[in-house]
């Protein structure tokens, strides 16, 4: 069972994809995780990514999918998979596709983690961190006990650069233009799947579990309760 998270900032795709994955015992690949992971064992495909990143330039789509190729021969894609963050790109949905064939497998879920432009700005807003310790809060669902200051340390908080509604308005429109054909894409292979994210993080996820029927599996299975 592969199963595809999209979603643009703000709209909490990693946070349900991580929960999905743990709920269904799949395992949770962000691409992030997945090139930290090759770099910090110095394999040759991770040295030659973080020429990349140390140059700050993205990481080019051959290295991306040999590293997914790698994880997918060490792994039984029956398991279960769920990747966060990757394809991003239609060249790299494609190139998925390609991979997953060869080894008997697909694309057997994308799900859309759907938000618009000015509630992610709105949210996104809420979201204040520590500079110092990384600590981060939401001055919404989870405030700090003395306004804009640090719990863990005193440190003095604030809205992340990539947060600033400016910053998110230009993420988003770099969304659309790189991964709206992702969506398509999906949705012309019949495979897609889309959530709305309003509402109380818990009822989303009971929205996620519910179109994904539970796990991926068939509707009329283990989706009770
Ligand atoms: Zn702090």
Redo the contacts with the bound molecule.
């Keep these: 069972m592969i199963i595809v998270f999209v979603g643009a900032p703000g709209s909490g795709k990693g946070t349900h994809a991580r929960r999905t994955a743990e709920r269904c015992g799949f395992s949770h690949v962000s691409t992030g995780d997945l090139l930290r992971d090759a770099v910090d064992k110095d394999t040759p495909l991770g040295r030659k990514a973080h020429e990349f990143m140390a140059a700050g330039k993205l990481v080019p789509d051959e290295i991306m999918m040999d590293l997914i190729g790698g994880l997918l021969d060490g792994s039984d894609g029956g398991e279960g998979i769920i990747f966060d963050g990757f394809p991003r790109t239609l060249a790299q949905a494609e190139g998925m596709d390609e991979l997953l064939e060869g080894r008997g497998l697909k694309v057997d879920k994308a799900l859309l983690v759907d938000i618009s432009e000015d509630e992610a700005v709105e949210r996104l807003a809420l979201r204040v961190s520590?500079?110092?310790?990384?600590?981060v809060h939401n001055l919404a669902s989870n405030p700090p006990k003395v306004e804009g200051v640090?719990?863990?340390?005193?440190?003095k908080?604030e809205v992340r650069p990539d947060d600033r509604e400016e910053t998110v308005r230009a993420r988003f429109k770099e969304f659309r233009r790189l991964t709206e054909p992702v969506i398509d894409y999906y949705r012309s292979q019949g495979t897609l799947a889309s959530v709305s994210t309003s509402g109380p993080v818990e009822e989303v996820a009971a929205n996620v579990a519910a179109a994904l029927d539970a796990c991926g599996g068939s509707p009329n299975e283990s989706s009770a309760g």
């Design positions: 520590c500079p110092k310790c990384g600590a640090c719990d863990e340390c005193g440190g908080l």
